[in-house]
């Protein structure tokens, strides 16, 4: 499978807790993005890589989240200090930075559950 | 924060019907894409239409691009169960997507 994947596809965890979430992109992709949807709602922008730089972070992105690609290959999201506001499903998308129209390939999601 | 409107917010047909839903946004745009999300899925990618094109046809989708008024709009016809889905829009000028806010669509046996 040459897709987009993510893992986990599902955690839940305790108020506080630190999650981990991790995002592998089509091999060849060097850009690198992440989403959040909260339910009911579309996907909103959080953060994007182009190889292994940060080139930006939405205000949504509070000091609790950090973001890596410490390679510029697979891509990490971390949450701090977990609130019951942050459960939500977790998108990562890749894209490839010649493409003329900046396709993205999502993958499958993580969904988050704070208790 | 969300720049699309998709209007309606929900939608229920007769299976064999055409579903139309209509998406509006408010900045100038490098392309617009469709996307379709099962219950609590992922995202799969529709039909992506570009920003000098008006029509587009894939299977029994249909979307067309009024990019003067800033508006799409996506035409399933022959509808079928598995149809049922949200159904998003999607923006995106040099890199981020901006998506609206979806129609459920309910595709009725």
């Known amino acids: 499978d040459t897709g987009v994947s993510q893992d986990p596809r599902h955690k839940i965890t305790k108020r506080g807790q630190n999650v981990t979430f991790r995002c592998d992109p089509i091999s060849e992709h060097n850009r690198l993005y992440w989403y959040r949807q909260t339910l009911g709602q579309g996907p909103e922008f959080l953060t994007y890589?182009?190889?292994?730089?940060?080139?930006?972070k939405s205000r949504l992105l509070s000091d609790r989240f950090s973001a890596e690609r410490p390679k510029g290959s697979f891509s990490t999201l971390e949450i701090q200090r977990t609130e019951q506001g942050d459960s939500a499903m977790y998108l990562c998308?890749?894209?490839?930075?010649?493409?003329?129209?900046?396709?993205?390939?999502f993958g499958p999601g993580t969904r988050l559950t704070v208790l | 924060s969300q720049q699309g409107e998709e209007d309606p917010q929900a939608l229920s047909i007769q299976e064999g019907g055409n579903a139309t839903m209509n998406c509006s946004y408010k900045t100038s745009i490098n392309n617009l894409q469709w996307y379709r999300q099962n219950s609590g899925r992922g995202l799969v990618h529709l039909i992506l239409i570009r920003s000098n094109e008006r029509e587009k046809h894939s299977g029994r989708l249909r979307v067309t691009l009024d990019t003067s008024k800033k508006s799409s709009s996506l035409l399933i016809t022959a509808s079928r169960a598995a149809d049922t889905a949200s159904y998003f829009c999607a923006t995106t000028g040099t890199y981020k997507y901006i998506f609206g806010t979806g129609t459920r669509l309910k595709v009725l046996a």
């Open positions: 890589f182009q190889n292994e730089a940060q080139l930006e």
């Open positions: 998308a890749s894209s490839l930075l010649d493409s003329s129209y900046n396709e993205q390939f």
